[in-house]
T-cell receptor, first 115, second 114 residues
Framework: GAGVSQSPSNKVTEKGKDVELRCDPI?????LYWYRQSLGQGLEFLIY????????KSGLPSDRFSAERTGGSVSTLTIQRTQQEDSAVYLC?????????????FGQGTRLTVV | AQSVAQPEDQVNVAEGNPLTVKCTYS??????LFWYVQYPNRGLQFLLK??????LVKGSYGFEAEFNKSQTSFHLKKPSALVSDSALYFC????????????FGSGTKLNVKP
């Protein structure tokens, strides 16, 4: 596609429910990142994929958070038993692999509200 | 530990005046440096990057940034601000030895007044 696509754009869920957030990266981009942006805060790294593998999961806040990527393309971030502190904008980004000098392109984000 | 600092939460400038948004970083080895802009309810949009070479890099929308290795800074600049430049600006660094993540600053809100 022309850009990174995320769905849904907004999600309101009840505390304790599970949610799935989807990211469709730019075609051909093998690197994929998830970040979280809380209100008034900077960007918090969650996880990095290279192809279907996740060599860096160091930012996942707890075992309620998981992510997968299939076919070297679409990625899903799953939050189980959501808590109010999970409310944030979840941003996905992709980049071409190769060198660290490659910029990442971001989607518009999914705004998650846990009530 | 790797870190990026944007010391100003907010920068106010008048339209037509030059603007500077500051960024300093702490990273082992040589870094790759980036600036992103975020408009309300949007994702981050890439502006420019420093990889190597000339310390002054030019990017989108007339923005430029100057890499200063001795001061570990990468300040964003524009000679003449526009009201439409009002947005949230993020500096990011990526260590040469670790491509796994971008380290972002906390962001600086730029307000350009007519």
């Amino acid at each position: 596609g022309a850009g990174v696509s995320q769905s849904p754009s907004n999600k309101v869920t009840e505390k304790g429910k599970d949610v799935e957030l989807r990211c469709d990266p730019i075609s051909g981009h093998t690197a994929l990142y998830w970040y979280r942006q809380s209100l008034g805060q900077g960007l918090e790294f969650l996880i990095y994929f290279q192809g279907n593998s996740a060599p860096d999961k160091s930012g996942l806040p707890s075992d309620r958070f998981s992510a997968e990527r299939t076919g070297g393309s679409v990625s899903t971030l799953t939050i189980q038993r959501t808590q109010q502190e999970d409310s944030a904008v979840y941003l996905c980004a992709s980049s071409r692999a190769g060198t660290g000098g490659t910029e990442a392109f971001f989607g518009q984000g999914t705004r998650l509200t846990v009530v | 530990a790797q870190s990026v600092a944007q010391p100003e939460d907010q920068v106010n400038v008048a339209e037509g005046n030059p603007l500077t948004v500051k960024c300093t970083y702490s990273v082992s080895g040589n870094p790759y440096l980036f600036w992103y802009v975020q408009y309300p309810n949007r994702g981050l949009q890439f502006l420019l990057k420093y990889i190597t070479g000339d310390n002054l890099v030019k990017g989108s929308y007339g923005f430029e940034a100057e890499f200063n290795k001795s001061q570990t800074s990468f300040h964003l600049k524009k000679p003449s601000a526009l009201v439409s430049d009002s947005a949230l600006y993020f500096c990011a660094v990526r260590p040469m030895y670790n491509f796994n993540k971008f380290y972002f600053g906390s962001g600086t809100k730029l307000n350009v007044k007519p």
